[in-house]
């Protein structure tokens, strides 16, 4: 399913067959990549369904659900330039064979690459396109109890390599900064969606934390 749609994207851009073929086989393989909980194919296809119920055709971008598939597709968990990184691939591979303007491509870049930090980088007409790209990105923040837990689980085992006192202190810092935001959502919708709920998993992982031996 997530092949079949990836393929038909590239097919409607440009890409021949054969392009697609291999820029599935490409972005698939990389998120297989041993090490990888939470950032896989299963947050891809987590934000295109939630984007799908949510968000009508018409009014989102092909430059969205691009950006959706190539913003993880580089993940190490010890560096700060994956963001870049993959924007850099998605830009390269999508301009090899795309139909696309580089205007386009330009707000592809931007949209991964405003996940880094969670920080809109688009104004005017493409800041709507934005705002969905960091929402859905965070949607998981918002998810219901269970969700949540297996969310944490994921990220847990992504930093494996840190003791249990680091990964403490880290994982506090990265999430009382989100709730140190006036909004953690950008967009009305999301908002509406998972505002209420994301500040509730925020504070309990909080002291979850705080009061594990």
Known sequence: MLKKRFTELLLEIG???EQADTAW????????????????????????ALMDEHISEKSRSIELELAIWYHDVIYDPLSKENEVRSADLAKRRLSSYSILSDESLDNIYLLILSTQGHIARIDGEGSLQNEWMLDLDLSILGAEKEGYKLYTQQIRQEYHMYSPEDYKTGRSLVLKSFLQRKEIYFSDLFKQLFEEKARENLRNEIEDLSTDP
């Open 15 to 17: 890409a021949s067959i």
């Open 25 to 48: 086989e490409e972005l698939s393989t990389l998120y297989q990549e041993k090490g990888r909980a939470y950032h896989s194919l299963s947050h891809i296809s987590h934000m295109l």
